[in-house]
C-alpha cells in the first residue's frame, strides 16, 4: 500500500490561491492515477481533479478552469494549484492513488475560504 500525505491546506480569503501538494511513498508513483477528492461538512467526497500516469487530466464541473491538476514524478508529488477560491471550495482535500486493485487515501489537508 503506498501512503500519501498532503499539505497547504490553510485560511485563504475569496479570490486566492493555494497550492495543494500530495507526496506518495515507494517507487510506483509514475505509474498510477493520482486525484484531489474533497469534503465539505455535511456532504459526501466527491471529485475535484484526476491525472492519469500519462498525464491525462480531468476536472469536475465545478472546478471551471480555477484549479490545475500536476504531477512530478521525479518526486513523487501530484499537486492541486487551486485560484479564484470560492467560500464553497471549503472542505478537506484528499489525496487518491490508483493502480489496478490498490486505492490509497492521505488524510486529508483542510481548505478554508472565509473573509
Known amino acids: 500500500q503506498v501512503q500519501l500525505v498532503e499539505s497547504g491546506g490553510g485560511l485563504v480569503q475569496p479570490g486566492g490561491s493555494l497550492r495543494l501538494s500530495c507526496v506518495a511513498s515507494?517507487?510506483?508513483?509514475?505509474?498510477?492515477?493520482m486525484g484531489w477528492y474533497r469534503q465539505a461538512p455535511g456532504k459526501q467526497r466527491e471529485l475535484v481533479a484526476t491525472?492519469?500516469?500519462?498525464?491525462?487530466?480531468n476536472y469536475a464541473d465545478f472546478v471551471s478552469g480555477r484549479f490545475t491538476i500536476s504531477r512530478d514524478n521525479g518526486k513523487n508529488t501530484v499537486y492541486l494549484q487551486m485560484n479564484s477560491l470560492k467560500p464553497e471550495d471549503t472542505a478537506a482535500y484528499y489525496c487518491?492513488?490508483?493502480?489496478?486493485?490498490?486505492?490509497?487515501w492521505g488524510k486529508g489537508t483542510l481548505v478554508t475560504v472565509s473573509s
Open positions: 487518491n492513488g490508483k493502480l489496478l486493485a490498490m486505492d490509497s
Open positions: 515507494g517507487n510506483i508513483f509514475s505509474i498510477m492515477t
Open positions: 491525472i492519469s500516469s500519462t498525464s491525462r487530466t
